[in-house]
């Protein structure tokens, strides 16, 4: 199976712009997770979706956002973005029932670097 | 809320050593323990998980934990580490499907040839 793809892999921005982050999961995998890695906080939960329904949220301010689609791929959306908003955000693919187990397998993320 | 502590920041071993990490988390309840493995330049991988069964687990590339539920912990094992294991290396705990995957700070282990 492939694994999990995250686009773009890289993105400057400038302060006050906003970003889209996209993520493909694992076929067959229905839930989708995002993390923020930075060398300050470490990797951090931003939020959870399984079939198109966000489930858990992490605490980030509502300038972060995101949303599934029917076919689980996901995106992330960063508003007015901050110069601390400069991170590596993941992205983990999970089939995210207890049948079939909740590891995660995380994509190579996309490195943001705001201006 | 659950927290997860890697008391080790930084660990420099020689090749042949022996290598362990630990952990610990805060959580009572039941949980899920995963050990993830980060790679120079690399995406984070899965290295092993828990779940229930047998406390003594084995994962990939030789490593291996043991959950001690009375201890809160679920250290990382590995008998002799090569060059190549030198990496950043992640504890984290999941109570259920759907709630957050809650990472250690973290441990930079590097090998020495």
């Known amino acids: 199976k492939a694994g999990v793809t995250q686009t773009p892999r890289y993105l400057i921005k400038t302060r006050g712009q906003q970003v889209t982050l996209s993520c493909s999961p694992i076929s067959g995998h229905r839930s989708v997770s995002w993390y923020q890695q930075t060398p300050g906080q470490g990797l951090q939960f931003l939020f959870e979706y399984f079939s198109e329904t966000q489930r858990n949220k992490g605490n980030f301010p509502g300038r972060f956002s995101g949303r599934q689609f029917s076919n689980s791929r996901s995106e992330m959306n960063v508003s007015t973005l901050e110069l601390g908003d400069s991170a590596l955000y993941l992205c983990?693919?999970?089939?995210?029932?207890?049948?079939?187990?909740?590891?995660?397998?995380f994509g190579p993320g996309t490195r943001l670097t705001v201006t | 809320a659950q927290s997860v502590s890697q008391h080790n920041h930084h660990v420099i071993l020689s090749e042949a050593a022996s290598l362990e990490l630990g952990c610990n988390y805060s959580?009572?309840?039941?949980?899920?323990l995963f050990w993830y493995v980060q790679y120079p330049g690399q995406h984070l991988q899965l290295l092993l998980k828990?779940?229930?069964?047998?406390?003594l687990v084995k994962g990939i590339k030789g490593f291996e934990a043991e959950f001690i539920k009375s201890k809160f912990s679920f250290n990382l094992r590995k008998p002799s580490v090569q060059w190549s294991d030198t990496a950043e290396y992640f504890c984290?705990?999941?109570?259920?499907?759907?709630?957050?995957?809650?990472f250690g700070g973290g441990t930079r282990v590097l090998v020495k040839p």
């Open positions: 828990y779940f229930s069964g047998d406390p």
């Open positions: 959580y009572g309840g039941t949980v899920n």
């Open positions: 983990a693919s999970s089939p995210g029932t207890s049948s079939t187990g909740y590891e995660q397998y």
């Open positions: 984290a705990v999941i109570l259920a499907a759907g709630n957050k995957l809650t």
